[in-house]
């Protein structure tokens, strides 16, 4: 399939049905984190647990993304995406009905399995039915139904939550599911038959054990107290020794590897890559600890939390309409140096929440981070593809994608470390200072001589500690940009589109 075989109808089919997916997968891994407090409760988790909803969706896409270019390879990108649709829908209806924790992160790892499939097929298709000088265009608009997902996603939850309860969250996939079925069964034409490659299980099993070994540690780390416990020792273990056998496998053999090692000698494509895992660390960081934030410290209902992060999504949705007309008139490498600098605005911006602060500055921080992260995405994955070759663009849509994964379950699990971690230390250090003749807690009108004067105190350490380790997480992102942009210097602008 390219472009040259494709009628403007069909092409035009073909993108709304990879679109529809594309909304399906982004509304799948950002609508749960506005419900995680109801799904806290309703499954009787513990905190570093309910995080593992938001990981296990990503883990499972770090799993099985490298596989994507094998599966088309195998079945074919019709039957692909059909099938994994249906698994989709499956997944959707099972976390709905899940009755523990437990059993809804099994589900959680099919649905996130499932939905892997859609972002990186969905990027190769549309760059294979569209002839190269509008590449830039397309990715904008595949990005505009990307980002519908961050816009839809909290506010439809939390009007779900309010109204109904908060296992519709997940019931509400089915009927889309459908929808994107018949249109993916219409659109995309029946392929003809291919030989497909032997599949690298030891590089696969190599990665797996790495990357799962990585996700481990971090998820685990804060409960067994880090590197005093030999469980920790063990992941840690398996994540180098995965990584490293994986590394040393990809650069010894010849031919058959999981990825073909073409692609690694694309210099904008590994600079692209080492950006792309910051900015999963910046697209989903951020956006998993804020509704529990707004919910738990500022009282927010839950569907006002949805509400208060609609100028994020729409400030993504203006930066995609914005970057289809400005690639090709500005250099790409402009557009992602501005992305950043907004971003790391933004962070900088959360860093100045405060107890007292009203709704103006989460509005206003989430609309910056939402433009920068969209100035960033679009261009950056032009950038990313524009000089490898068509036949390799399965493959590379999925590393690509692999990566973006890794870095945004390596966000969630670093902040929520860092959230229980500094709290503990914030609450330690504010209950020093508890003695009935401290003079600021007099003026605040506690006595501490009282039980209800102690209740008060506790009550409002634990609310201090938790926003200042808030605060402290949106300050490391706010510096994260700041050492991402140097990156931006090693870019290059392509000089011709790659040759099939």
């Not at 009787?44 to 993304?65: E, F, R």
């Not at 959707?92 to 099994?106: D, E, H, K, P």
């Not at 249109?183 to 029946?190: F, K, N, R, T, Y």
């Not at 070759?389 to 493959?395: D, I, Q, S, V």
Request: charged share 10%.
């Amino acid at each position: 399939m390219n472009a040259g075989e494709i009628t403007p109808a069909q092409r035009t089919l073909i993108t709304a049905a990879v679109i529809l997916a594309t909304i399906l997968s982004s509304i799948a891994s950002t609508i749960a984190n506005v419900i995680l407090p109801q799904i806290r409760a309703s499954t009787a988790a513990a905190q570093d647990q309910v995080s593992w909803v938001l990981t296990s969706y990503l883990l499972a896409g770090v799993l099985v993304t490298p596989a994507i270019g094998w599966l088309e390879s195998r079945f074919g990108r019709r039957n692909l995406m059909l099938a994994t649709i249906v698994g989709f829908g499956v997944a959707s209806m099972l976390c709905g009905i899940a009755s523990n924790i437990f059993a809804m992160v099994a589900f959680r790892v099919l649905q996130g399995g499932c939905g892997a499939i859609f972002i990186p097929m969905a990027q190769a298709i549309l760059l294979d039915i569209n002839p190269p000088h509008k590449h830039g265009q397309a990715m904008s608009i595949w990005g505009m139904g990307a980002v519908l997902g961050p816009i839809i996603g909290p506010v439809l939850g939390g009007w779900l939550t309010d109204n109904l309860n908060w296992r519709w969250v997940f019931f509400m996939n089915l009927p889309l599911v459908v929808v994107a079925f018949f249109m993916i069964g219409a659109a995309l034409p029946a392929e003809r038959s291919k030989v497909a490659r032997k599949f690298d299980i030891f590089g696969y099993v190599a990665l797996a054990l790495g990357l799962a070994g990585l996700q481990a540690l971090l998820d685990r780390g804060p409960g067994q107290e880090w590197f005093a416990s030999t469980e920790i020792w063990i992941e840690l273990s398996v994540c180098l020794l995965g990584l490293w056998v994986f590394v040393a496998h990809l650069a010894t053999t010849a031919h058959g590897a999981l990825f073909d090692r073409r692609i690694l000698s694309d210099r904008n494509f590994i600079v692209s890559s080492m950006m792309i895992i910051f900015v999963g660390i910046l697209l989903f960081a951020g956006a998993a600890v804020l509704p529990t934030l707004l919910q738990s410290l500022l009282g927010y209902p839950v569907l006002h939390t949805g509400i208060v992060q609609i100028p994020r999504g729409v400030g993504s949705f203006l930066a995609m309409f914005l970057v289809g007309r400005l690639m090709g008139r500005i250099d790409s490498r402009i557009i992602v140096l501005l992305g950043v600098g907004l971003t790391g605005w933004s962070y900088f911006e959360m860093s100045h929440f405060s107890l007292q602060m009203d709704e103006r500055l989460v509005l206003f921080a989430g609309f910056l981070q939402g433009l920068g992260v969209g100035l960033v995405f679009v261009p950056l994955s032009a950038l990313a593809f524009a000089t490898i070759a068509p036949t390799l663009r399965t493959e590379a849509a999925s590393l690509f994608t692999l990566l973006r994964n890794v870095g945004s379950s390596v966000g969630i699990s670093m902040v929520g470390a860092l959230q229980i971690y500094n709290s503990k230390i914030v609450q330690s250090r504010l209950l020093e200072q508890a003695t009935p003749d401290n003079q600021n807690i007099v003026a605040a009108g506690v006595d501490l001589t009282t039980v209800q004067g102690l209740a008060s105190f506790a009550r409002g350490v634990v609310r201090q500690a938790a926003m200042v380790a808030y605060i402290d997480s949106f300050h490391l992102l706010y510096w994260l940009c700041i050492l991402m942009a140097p990156l931006i210097l090693l870019l290059r602008k392509p000089k011709a589109p790659a040759d099939a």
